[in-house]
């Protein structure tokens, strides 16, 4: 679904996803970390079209720094 709004919008799309946990509001933690990182995903992001990309809940100064880093 995403890629298609690439096709359908002359707007650059923009993701800022989280770190693929999930927030357990009953105990008040961060569960289930998801074994893609967002350093790892990016590229395949990027290749499809996304054009900016950068980080929500749980992603920190030193994932937004590989990130950088990778899709240099």
């Given at each position: 679904?995403t ?6 919008s002359?707007?650059?799309l923009?993701?800022?996803p989280?770190?693929?946990r999930q927030y357990?509001?009953v105990?008040?933690?961060?569960i289930n ?5 967002l350093?790892?995903?990016a590229p395949h992001?990027?290749e499809?079209?996304v ?7 749980q ?7 590989e990130?950088?880093t990778?899709?240099?």
């Open positions: 679904m890629y298609r709004l690439i096709a359908l002359a707007k650059p923009i993701l800022y989280n770190s693929g357990d509001t105990h008040k933690v961060w970390q998801e074994d893609t990182s350093v790892e995903a992001w990027k499809k079209g054009k900016i990309i950068g980080g929500c809940c992603v920190g100064p030193r994932e937004i720094k990130l950088g990778t899709l240099k």
